[in-house]
């Protein structure tokens, strides 16, 4: 199912996905990492909704970064903070207004699910990205689910988690097949978003679409149940996780 982002979620995104420094830190070293020390890099933040990476982007590298984004109403939202470097675009990941060799990089975060023509996407990255540029692919793979603490509290909620991405082979063997080399594979340990109680908040605000796969019954069954284990234990920490990041070069 096609998740419309005009339709609620871009109401609720800003306030439901947004990071703290620490996490904005564990994501910047992650990226340093994989990419070259010289500055500028020209990047490409595909997916790029609200602008939550775009501008971190083009302070981290120094260079105009574009953000493509599909979504007309997240698009506005982004364009409502006038950034030095920064630009959005209508677009997505199979179609990007860009020219050949454009970007020195580009980033797809949480968004791969979300394409619906992934070998057309994998070959369309190809040609914008130079020769020898990175691509940093964050998602999740159905065979690498992260552990989330609040997520049996939804008897589907596994289930149906996985069955939105595919098994990390699959992604690999798609961008190989369009011309990408595999270079790493990457684990962020992202600093802890905060409280249970905090947490639960966010999620009350139904930010990830993964929400949008469930019931309103099933929705309201599993906050219940979520409240009631916090108040259970609210002092609880939350685990620790660790976040895939694929990186791949353009040949």
């Known amino acids: 199912m096609a998740v419309n982002y005009d339709d609620r979620l871009y109401k609720v995104y800003v306030q439901g996905r947004a990071l703290n420094d620490q996490q904005y830190a564990a994501w910047a070293a992650a990226f340093v990492r ?8 020209r990047g490409l933040d595909v997916g790029s909704g609200t602008g939550r990476f775009t501008p971190f982007l083009a302070d981290l590298f120094g260079g105009p970064v574009s953000g493509v984004e599909p979504s007309e109403r997240m698009r506005e939202i982004a364009q409502q903070t006038v950034y030095p470097g920064v630009r959005y675009l209508k677009g997505n ?4 207004p860009l020219a050949d060799d454009s970007a020195d990089f580009a980033l797809l975060f949480l968004v791969w699910h979300h394409v619906a023509d992934k070998a057309a996407a994998a070959r369309e990255l190809l040609r914008v990205v130079r020769p020898g540029g990175t691509l940093l692919l964050r998602s999740q793979f159905s065979d690498r689910m992260p552990d989330l603490w609040w997520l049996d509290a939804f008897p589907r909620g596994r289930d149906i988690y996985a069955g939105l991405y595919q098994p990390l082979d699959d992604v690999l063997a798609t961008f190989s097949a369009a011309g990408w080399e595999f270079a790493t594979l ?3 340990s992202e600093a802890s978003p905060g409280s249970r109680v905090a947490r639960l908040a966010k999620l ?3 930010s990830l679409s993964l929400f949008e796969h469930f019931t309103e019954e099933e929705i309201e069954a599993g906050f219940a149940e979520l409240e009631r284990r916090i ?6 920490p939350i ?3 660790a976040s895939d990041l694929v990186v791949l070069r353009a040949t």
Request: charged share 35%.
């Open 34 to 41: 994989h990419l070259p020390a010289t500055r500028p890099l």
């Open 93 to 96: 990941a199979e179609s990007i």
């Open 186 to 188: 990457d684990e962020v």
């Open 204 to 206: 009350k605000t139904r």
């Open 231 to 236: 108040r259970a234990d609210p002092d609880l």
């Open 239 to 241: 685990p620790p996780a």
